[in-house]
């Protein structure tokens, strides 16, 4: 039997050459950025340009504190702590070439939900600069109306238990709590989440928490924690047990929790920190005034993009976003949305051409070695969707544009819900926090048509849009007569029959 080389900091060197690894000192490192949600995508993104920053400046005051907040993070902490907190990240180009590098500015991570005040401290700490985000849509608490929830349970726990929260506000608060305190500055609040405005949406939720807990508390935040907005993009499917096996069957080295991605990668962020920050900008981030045109592009093209192929793929039998866009059909449809249902919507953006932009999206979409898969893309759809495609089926409204490219979507997303199956009958996991009432609303639509449309935290006042309900009902009528579809994107595309 093959013996396995163990990744950690002790068999770095021992690597095979064709495996980048840090040249930089990490003993020497300080955790000048704690980040919260360690998953696949910070570790492709903002921990790969730390790390490349590392790398070329040997700055030593950037390195990264990951915290998980869930028990479920229970599982990256052990495998980061046995690997002394390194990765490999898997880079898959087009073309079959693959690159391979362990990446080393994670440092230490804390799971918070053993000792909350562990993680409140390292926050609080005066070496902490940057507190980073990726909670996903849903970890920011807001409700239909764009307010803070103060409904939700774990909220009234955590004003109730300062000293020993569970969500990320909470966490927060009390971090900032014990650096007033102390006579720290504040440090800056950084979210690289796909929300329109995140640091501007992270700001309003923190702020809402705050008051409510400790006015005063509140008005110090205000004034000395800053939320630049960024735009953040790199496709980083799922780690699977192939991504592991490659690294063993190619390189003899065992690395438990491997990251993928493509070779794509954007920063655009608001140079907007008040308490120092990293370089970023000399390998490859973008600092600009105003980051508004840049992720509004990205999440009506590019997220967007991602949910039409998720669910209308899904149904079809798809399993993912390459093979949706290596299907001539589903590639027209794509880019039919793009063109005609959001274009007419987003405004110039500098630097950007659209055309092209959209272009590249379809080159990514279809890399053959980014196996993304279309049950990842459908995870917490309820969270995703307002802000991806339904803001612009509300613009196309309000302009008189077309919507029934949309149209199409939503109803195959309520057969989705309601069936739970693809054209074959083939199951199809909901995976989603509202999935019961998903359910519920879509299994009423042979009932009541626009039952699915009524979820106001989701859809707003859409049912109450004739000529968009009209187009929905006609789809979902077509769709539950025969779930074919391919007959119906076709239809959409070249004419009804």
């Given at each position: 039997?093959?013996?396995?080389?163990?990744?950690?900091?002790?068999?770095?060197?021992s690597l095979p050459a064709q495996i980048l690894r840090p040249t930089y000192d990490r003993s020497e490192l300080k955790a000048g950025i704690v980040h919260i949600g360690v998953g696949g995508f910070h570790r492709s993104h903002e921990a790969y340009y730390t790390d490349e920053?590392?790398?070329?400046?040997?700055?030593?005051?950037?390195?990264?504190?990951?915290?998980?907040?869930?028990?479920?993070?229970?599982?990256?902490?052990?495998?980061?702590?046995?690997q002394d907190y390194l990765y490999t990240l898997i880079i898959k180009h087009p073309d079959g070439k693959i690159e391979n590098r362990v990446i080393g500015s994670i440092i230490d991570f804390i799971l918070a939900c053993d000792d909350p005040e562990v993680a409140t401290d390292r926050m609080a700490a005066e070496t902490t600069k940057i507190v980073s985000l990726t909670i996903t849509e849903g970890g920011y608490n807001f409700n239909a109306s764009g307010e803070f929830d103060f409904k939700n349970p774990e909220v009234k726990h955590d004003l109730a238990n300062p000293g020993k929260p569970k969500m990320i506000f909470g966490y927060l608060t009390e971090a900032l709590r014990k650096r007033r305190d102390a006579g720290l500055p504040g440090f800056t609040i950084q979210s690289c989440d796909n929300i329109q405005h995140n640091g501007d949406m992270t700001r309003?939720?923190?702020?809402?928490?705050a008051r409510r807990q400790d006015p005063v508390l509140?008005?110090?935040?205000?004034?000395?924690?800053?939320?630049?907005?960024?735009?953040?993009?790199?496709?980083?499917?799922?780690?699977?047990?192939?991504?592991?096996?490659?690294?063993?069957?190619?390189f003899g080295m065992k690395d438990e929790w491997p990251v993928t991605c493509e070779p794509f990668c954007q920063w655009v962020i608001e140079d907007d920190f008040c308490n120092g920050r990293p370089h970023w900008e000399e390998v490859g981030a973008q600092f600009v005034p105003d980051v508004t045109p840049y992720e509004t592009m990205k999440i009506r093209l590019l997220n967007a993009g991602h949910s039409v192929l998720g669910?209308?793929?899904?149904?079809?039998?798809?399993?993912?976003?390459?093979?949706?866009?290596?299907?001539?059909?589903?590639?027209?449809?794509?880019?039919?949305?793009?063109?005609?249902?959001v274009t007419p919507v987003l405004d110039p953006v500098d630097g950007i051409d659209i055309e092209e932009y959209k272009d590249s999206l379809l080159a990514r979409f279809a890399n053959p070695n980014i196996k993304d898969a279309l049950s990842r893309i459908c995870l917490e759809s309820s969270s995703k969707l307002p802000k991806f495609l339904i803001s612009t089926i509300n613009e196309n409204i309000?302009?008189?544009?077309?919507?029934?490219?949309?149209?199409?979507?939503?109803?195959?997303?309520?057969?989705?819900?309601?069936?739970?199956?693809?054209?074959?009958?083939?199951?199809?996991?909901?995976?989603?926090?509202?999935?019961?009432?998903?359910?519920?609303?879509?299994?009423?639509?042979s009932r009541d048509k626009l039952s699915f449309l009524r979820i106001k935290p989701i859809f707003g006042d859409l049912a109450k849009q004739k000529?968009?309900?009209?187009?929905?009902?006609?789809?979902?009528?077509?769709?539950?007569?025969?779930?074919?579809i391919a007959r119906l994107m076709q239809a959409l595309l070249f004419g009804w029959e």
């Open positions: 039997m093959k013996t396995l080389t163990l990744l950690n900091q002790q068999n770095l060197a920053l590392l790398e070329k400046t040997g700055t030593k005051d950037w390195g990264i504190c990951g915290i998980g907040l869930r028990s479920a993070d229970g599982k990256i902490a052990k495998v980061l702590e046995r309003k939720m923190l702020l809402a928490f509140a008005g110090w935040i205000a004034q000395n924690v800053t939320f630049p907005n960024a735009m953040v993009d790199r496709i980083t499917p799922i780690t699977t047990p192939s991504d592991v096996q490659l690294l063993e069957d190619e669910l209308l793929g899904a149904i079809h039998g798809h399993e993912t976003i390459d093979g949706c866009v290596n299907d001539l059909l589903f590639a027209t449809y794509l880019r039919r949305f793009m063109d005609v249902e309000e302009r008189k544009g077309s919507t029934e490219l949309a149209a199409l979507v939503i109803a195959a997303w309520c057969y989705y819900s309601d069936k739970g199956t693809d054209k074959n009958g083939k199951k199809l996991e909901v995976v989603d926090e509202m999935k019961a009432e998903l359910h519920k609303a879509a299994a009423e639509t000529g968009f309900t009209d187009e929905y009902i006609h789809m979902v009528d077509s769709l539950y007569e025969n779930p074919d």
